[in-house]
């Protein structure tokens, strides 16, 4: 297995492979950040999904901190994960599909991973990057190469990574949750280990507490729908939730019913959706597509009460914490939608826990229903770590609400600026405890349809067309993200009482009632949308087709 690690081959010099002693010497707490991709708040058995068989998440939730009110800040991949590195708001970090930057190296030093490495801590990361770092971004080498341990892909994994990822090819399992697993005990397993071809060098210091990154490419569809059902697959992927009645969602409309869209037609472009939502679009294909995501999900169960049964054996459980949280959520035809990026609750909401052996019995067990971030959750670490946390720092450490304390913030600031061909506007919400009010700016982006039809036209590549960001987008994303600064009015707004209408299916925008509660929510986006976008430019590289060609480099959609 080809996994990076420089101390592990400089002890297995130093050691001659002497057994080292599995318990761990250092007091400071150990961390296992676990993220998965496009997984809803109700995919799981503790967050009210009767369906699904989550019993090792539900145990880590029983025996921890339940977060029932959790958010992104940005319900898309790369900024999210940007943000969730960076504790930023997307609008300060200035990394997205369309933003044609990179992360720069100044900023990824502040980044929860390289902060703990530098106070010492043994850091790996296993699975899935999608954020670009650094001059050339994914093929910068600046992220592989920040790790004590990397066994990662840049971009999608597929379910199937060794299809996609060199670093992968030398791993006992074919899927990418196993593979995923067979990392992560490759990390925590001190010693020697020979499986058949493989051997196995067992490196990480026992004398030094470690900040291990796992991440999933799954229950994404870049994963479930590549699902084969080979011959070596578990039986879980090919059977399971199979024999049983699959339910559509609440508000489910399959496209040829669809009488009056949940958003103006020309302001969110549905047709020119990416055609990997279009399982949406009819109710066998939407079964098929939850049923697989069910698999999924339960594989990564499995793979948490593995992890933990690894953690007892290892004789690090009393002194490790577990972080557990998604990207972002998903639409599954809900009002007849497909995709994300938008700032409905749907794609917004997301599962999260946190397990640390140390909360006292009042503690554990506790399910918090205050307004929190994913962007929250890199302080609570660095906190609980005892280190100091970057002034650029955005999120709010969760350490009151562990405590005790109802709340940390009164209100919760959510975006979207990935608004290009494939019909997305770009929007923002702000919400509090009962209400959320979202605002929509002009959606005149080049349809995808106008690029398709280009491409067939004049015999291009169509995925050259839709996915490579020039020196202009770079442009455009910028002038998206200053406009508060230009006051640009909204040409569509939506008001929902989460209180009594959760699912968002009334727009109170116009209801006289509401009024007083419009207005107030409106000063306070202004107020949020300044505090997101903070005082300094984002720390950012140009990463368009046109800097790479400049320097010889080649860009790739990831």
Not at 270 to 298: C, F, M, W
Not at 531 to 550: D, F, M
Request: aromatic share 10%; hydrophobic share 35%; glycine share 8%.
């Amino acid at each position: 297995m080809k996994i990076r690690s420089k101390l592990i081959l400089l002890s297995a010099l130093l050691l001659g492979h002497l057994p080292i002693s599995r318990a761990q010497n250092s007091t400071r707490p150990n961390f296992i950040f676990v993220l998965t991709d496009d997984q809803p708040y109700g995919y799981m058995g503790c967050t009210g999904n009767t369906l699904i068989k989550t019993p090792h998440l539900d145990r880590l939730a029983n025996e921890g901190v339940l977060f029932t009110n959790a958010h992104v800040t940005s319900a898309i991949c790369t900024p999210s994960r940007a943000s969730i590195l960076l504790s930023q708001f997307e609008r300060k970090h200035g990394v997205n599909f369309n933003s044609g930057t990179s992360m720069a190296e100044e900023a990824w030093q502040d980044s929860y991973p390289m902060i703990f490495r530098s106070e010492g801590y043994f850091t790996g990361w296993i699975g899935k990057n999608h954020v670009p770092v650094g001059e050339g971004g994914y093929s910068s080498g600046l992220m592989d190469s920040s790790f004590d341990f990397w066994y990662a892909g840049h971009g999608h994994l597929g379910f199937y990574p060794k299809d996609r990822h060199e670093i992968f090819q030398n791993a006992g399992a074919d899927t990418q949750i196993e593979i995923i697993d067979e990392g992560v005990d490759y990390f925590l397993t001190n010693g020697q280990k020979v499986d058949g071809a493989m051997q196995f060098l067992k490196g990480r210091p026992t004398d030094k507490p470690f900040m291990l990154s796992v991440c999933f490419n799954l229950p994404h569809s870049a994963g479930t729908s590549s699902m084969k059902m080979r011959e070596t697959d578990d039986d879980l992927y090919k059977s399971s939730y199979r024999d049983q009645e699959i339910p559509l969602p609440d508000h489910y409309i399959a496209r040829k019913d669809i009488q009056e869209p949940k958003l103006p037609a020309g302001l969110l472009r549905a047709s020119d959706r990416q055609a990997g939502y279009d399982y949406v679009d009819n109710p066998e294909d939407e079964k098929e597509t939850y049923i697989r995501q069910l698999q999924a999900v339960t594989g990564i169960d499995r793979f948490v009460g593995h992890l933990r049964e690894k953690l007892e054996q290892e004789g690090l459980a009393d002194n490790t914490i577990i972080v557990f949280t998604s990207d972002h959520g998903l639409f599954m035809g809900q009002y007849g939608l497909g995709g994300k990026a938008l700032c409905y609750e749907v794609t917004t909401h997301v599962p999260m826990i946190w397990y640390d052996p140390a909360l006292s019995a009042d503690q554990a067990g506790q399910a918090s229903e205050a307004l929190v971030q994913t962007i929250d959750l890199a302080p609570t670490m660095l906190e609980r770590a005892g280190i100091e946390v970057p002034a650029s720092y955005q999120g709010k450490s969760l350490k009151p609400l562990l405590q005790g304390a109802s709340s940390t913030r009164e209100y919760l600031f959510t975006e979207n600026l990935w608004s290009t061909q494939f019909g997305n506007p770009r929007c923002e919400s702000v919400q509090d405890q009962e209400w959320k009010y979202i605002r929509y700016y002009e959606n005149s982006t080049l349809p995808a349809s106008a690029k398709i039809e280009a491409a067939k036209a004049f015999g291009l590549p169509v995925n050259s067309l839709l996915y490579t960001v020039h020196d202009h987008d770079m442009v455009q994303y910028r002038y998206f993200a200053e406009s508060y600064l230009r006051y640009e009015q909204p040409v569509y707004e939506e008001l929902f009482h989460l209180a009594e209408d959760p699912q968002e299916t009334s727009n109170l925008v116009d209801d006289p009632q509401a009024k007083a509660v419009l207005e107030r929510l409106r000063k306070e986006w202004e107020l949020q949308i300044r505090q997101a976008a903070g005082t300094e430019k984002p720390k950012v590289l140009r990463y368009t087709y046109e800097g790479e060609i400049e320097q010889g480099r080649n860009i790739s959609s990831k």
